[in-house]
Structures are given as C-alpha cells and as structure tokens.
C-alpha cells in the first residue's frame, strides 16, 4: 500500500518537473536574431490612403520587422503561452475562428477577435469604437488578464530585457534600450503594414468591374444601392466611421451594451469571407445569417441606428447576389504573404 502511494507521489513530482520544464524551455524557443533583418518591404506600394503610425519612419521596413516577432512570440504573456497570434490568425484575415477566443490559462474573451486588416486607417478602434491612433492602444490586449494576463508593460520590459537576442534586436533598429513606447511603436507599425489592396473588389476598381461576374454585378448595386449597406460599411475599408458606432438592432435587450445602449464600432468589411463568426458576440456563422439579420431580423431597440429604421426589403435571390458581392471583398494575396507569417516557423 505505501509503495503505491511512494509511487504515486513520485510520478506526480515527475509531472509537475516536466510541465516546469516545458516552460523553461518555451523561454528558449528557438529564435534567430536575424529575423527582424530579412529584407521585407513592409510599405511597398504607395499605399492609397494616408497612414497613421510609424510607416513614414526612414527604417520603418525593420521596425514592423521586429514588430512581426514580438506579434508571435508566446514570451509576451505571463506564463509564456498566448501571442497575439494566438487569437489574430493571418490565414483568416488576422482574426479568430471560434465565438470568443481562449486566452491566458483558457479564459474566454468576453467579445469575438476583430480582424487587424487596414487598422492603420482607422480612427477607432475594438468593438467600443475608442478613438485614437492604435499605437495608443495596441499594449492593451498584454496586461488584459483574459488575453495575455502580463502584471503590467513595466513587467514585459523587464522579462524581454533578459532576452539577449531581443537587447541585441532593439539596439539595432532603435539604438535605444527595450523600452513601452519602443516595444508600442514596433507592435503598432507591424500591425499597420497589414494592408488589404488586392481583393477582387479592387481589382475591379481599376478595370471597371470587367472582372466581375453579373451576380456579383448586382450585388454591388445592391451594397451600394437598395441594401444600404455602404451607408455604414463605406468608403475604402468598407466602415464609414465618421458615423461613429451603431446599433443594428440585434437583440429588444443587449447583454453586452458595447459603448453604449448596444452600440458597436462599424467593422470594415474587408477579407470577410475569411473572418467568420460575425458580430461582436460571434453570434452569426455565416454571411446569409449576416444579410437574413439586416432583412429579417432587425429588433425594435429605442436606439436602432436611424439608417436601418425602413425595412431593407430583397428578394432570396438579391440576397444570395449581396452576399456573392460580398465574397469579393477578400485579399488571398495578404493572407498567404510570407512578411505577415510567423516567423518562428
Ligand atoms: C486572447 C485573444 C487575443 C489576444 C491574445 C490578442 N487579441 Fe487583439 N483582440 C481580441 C479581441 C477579443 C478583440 C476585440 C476586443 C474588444 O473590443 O472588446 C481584439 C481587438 C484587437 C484590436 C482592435 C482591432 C480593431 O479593428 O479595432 C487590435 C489592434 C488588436 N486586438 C491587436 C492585438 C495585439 C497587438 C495583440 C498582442 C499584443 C493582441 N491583439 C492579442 C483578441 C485577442
Ligand atoms: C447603421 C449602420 C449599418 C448598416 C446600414 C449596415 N451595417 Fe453591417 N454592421 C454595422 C455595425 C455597427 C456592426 C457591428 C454590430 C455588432 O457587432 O453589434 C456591423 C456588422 C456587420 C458584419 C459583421 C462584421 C464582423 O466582422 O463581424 C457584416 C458582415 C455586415 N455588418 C454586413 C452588412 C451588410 C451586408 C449590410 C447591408 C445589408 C450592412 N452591414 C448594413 C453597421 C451597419
């Protein structure tokens, strides 16, 4: 009976030793300095619109470089095991595909994962619609204690600071120590080189639509026409934020109030064929239930955006021709582009 019991506790030391070693050894993932180096043109094209964060910086190509590193690396949770990766996938349009998403310790985000595609425009941000720049805001998902759980950026500093090849990295494309501002400024210019210039819809942009089918021809009218669609979701990333945030009257009552009185950020459109669930609750699978919402589902809510007080009224098939529309607003160029992709690969 004794020895059963030795044994058991041996084997439960055993146990804990290889989980303690697991995250030793997460310390010392394998990581190439050189990485941050490899010769990505982050801002390569003339980028069409005007750029809020660090791309007209002289080195900016190596800041969203180091950028891209800190983006997937597991370090810059408290116990080593979430990215921001984790939740912001690039195969999906940097976003999640489940409701809400697991972060530190398998705790639930109590809203579903935006996509992180053409940020760089936008003046508001996470689905409270905050104003600002996102270098203002991007260090917040780190010390949040259901995504990354970091006591505090203080505390990030100090653990990177440890890591040589990250000292060796920050002298080299700041010539300044690890720093909040510096480690803000890399995450927030990588996450703005992230830009959607290729999908279907642009493309047509620039030959008249001759690329389109005629259903996705009709869509678009709808989008821009009967649908009213592009009276919140216009403009070039498809979210018309100069509105500010609306409700779309998703439920009489909202259990998740957003700003306020079930007001959410107008999200861009952009790569939604990839971004699925919808919603800030992640409440809708897929793009039919998105367009049977606007035509069928719309709840009576004294704050009901005034845009959508008429009934949208369309037919199944102009349903089915919005939602084909909509297909053409996704870029498979940026989601499979090397200089996103994680680099501990
Ligand atoms: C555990 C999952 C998770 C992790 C990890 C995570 N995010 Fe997020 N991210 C979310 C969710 C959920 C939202 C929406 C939150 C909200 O509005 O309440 C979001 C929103 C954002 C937004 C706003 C996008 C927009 O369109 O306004 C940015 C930017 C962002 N995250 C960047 C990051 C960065 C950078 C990291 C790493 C430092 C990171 N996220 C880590 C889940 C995550
Ligand atoms: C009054 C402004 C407004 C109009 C008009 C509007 N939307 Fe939206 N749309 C929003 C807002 C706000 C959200 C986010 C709501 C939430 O999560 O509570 C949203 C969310 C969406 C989403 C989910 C995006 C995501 O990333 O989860 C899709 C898809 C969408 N709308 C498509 C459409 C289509 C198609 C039309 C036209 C039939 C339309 N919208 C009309 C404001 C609008």
């Not at 204690?145 to 600071?161: C, P, R, W, Y």
């Not at 699978?285 to 998105?290: P, R, S």
């Given at each position: 009976m004794k020895t059963k019991y030795l044994l058991?506790?041996?084997?439960?030391?055993?146990?804990?030793?290889?989980?303690?070693?697991?995250?030793?050894?997460?310390?010392e993932q394998p990581f190439n300095p050189d990485l941050a180096l490899e010769d990505f043109d982050y801002f390569e094209e003339a980028i069409p619109y005007e750029s809020t964060a660090y791309s007209e910086a002289s080195n900016h190509d190596k800041i969203a470089g180091l950028g891209r590193i800190l983006f997937y690396d597991s370090r810059l949770s408290q116990n080593n095991s979430i990215a921001c990766a984790s939740c912001h996938h690039q195969e999906i349009g940097f976003s999640d595909n489940t409701q809400f998403s697991s972060g530190l310790h398998n705790f639930e985000t109590s809203r579903n994962t935006m996509t992180l595609v053409n940020n760089a425009y936008q003046i508001s941000h996470f689905w409270e619609g905050q104003r600002g720049?996102?270098?203002?805001?991007?260090?917040?998902?780190?010390?949040?204690?259901?995504?990354?759980?970091?006591?505090?950026?203080?505390?990030?500093?100090?653990?990177?600071?440890?890591?040589e090849a990250y000292n060796k990295l920050f002298n080299e494309v700041f010539d300044e120590p690890i720093n909040e501002e510096l480690i803000a400024i890399s995450l927030s210019t990588f996450v703005a080189s992230i830009i959607s210039y290729n999908s279907k819809f642009d493309k047509g942009n620039e030959n008249n639509f001759a690329n389109f089918t005629n259903t996705e021809k009709r869509g678009k009218d709808l989008f821009f026409g009967k649908a009213k669609c592009s009276s919140c979701h216009g403009g070039d990333h498809y979210a018309a934020e100069w509105r500010g945030n609306a409700n779309i009257g998703l439920d009489k009552e909202y259990e998740d109030q957003g700003a306020e009185n079930g007001k959410f950020k107008v999200p861009s459109l952009r790569n939604i064929s990839l971004t699925a669930p919808y919603m800030h609750d992640g409440r809708f699978?897929?793009?039919?239930?998105?367009v049977n919402h606007y035509v069928h589902g719309i709840q009576d809510h004294p704050d009901l955006d005034w845009e959508l007080q008429e009934p949208i009224s369309l037919t199944d098939l102009e349903k089915s021709e919005l939602v084909e529309f909509l297909h053409t607003l996704t870029d498979y160029e940026l989601v499979s582009d090397e200089k996103f992709s994680d680099p501990f690969r």
């Open positions: 058991l506790t041996a084997t439960l030391i055993f146990i804990v030793f290889l989980i303690g070693c697991q995250e030793d050894s997460d310390l720049k996102i270098e203002d805001h991007i260090l917040s998902p780190i010390s949040n204690h259901t995504e990354m759980g970091m006591k505090d950026i203080e505390a990030l500093v100090e653990k990177l600071s440890e890591i699978e897929t793009l039919e239930e998105v």
